[in-house]
């Protein structure tokens, strides 16, 4: 089974660039579904975006932002997150799941298999 690991997270002002990146173990990464989502203290989980066969989906309030992309090579997912704004201050989690997702299931936290431990992102006014 796929082992997720995130790294990237830290302390940045608004207006700046973090890069995020989960890496997966595993022999069967390109055949994942991987998603991206966040929490924030005292507010549920939400989704950030994922990538698969399906495509590529992003929530709105990132869309513009935020890019998704993967390396297969190297079993690493990536997020790259530009003009970070306070609200996107939580713990973003990344996830695998077996299968393609689609632009009615992509953003729902039950649909993967797999979740990472997260990584802190906060960004400062």
């Known amino acids: 089974q796929v082992q997720l690991v995130e790294s990237g997270g830290g302390l940045v002002q608004a207006g700046g660039s973090l890069r995020l990146s989960c890496a997966a173990s595993?022999?069967?990464?390109?055949?994942?579904?991987m998603g991206w989502f966040r929490q924030a203290p005292g507010k549920e989980r939400e989704s950030v975006g994922a990538?698969?066969?399906?495509?590529?989906y992003y929530a709105d309030s990132v869309q513009g932002r935020f890019t998704i992309s993967r390396d297969n090579a190297k079993n690493t997912v990536y997020l790259q997150m530009n003009s970070l704004k306070p609200e996107d201050t939580a713990v973003y989690f990344c996830?695998?799941?077996?299968?393609?997702?689609?632009?009615?299931?992509?953003?729902?936290?039950?649909?993967?298999?797999?979740w990472g431990q997260g990584t802190q992102v906060t960004v400062s006014s």
């Open positions: 996830a695998a799941r077996v299968g393609g997702v689609y632009s009615y299931n992509w953003y729902r936290p039950g649909e993967y298999d797999k």
């Open positions: 595993g022999s069967t990464f390109s055949t994942y579904t």
């Open positions: 990538i698969g066969r399906g495509g590529i």
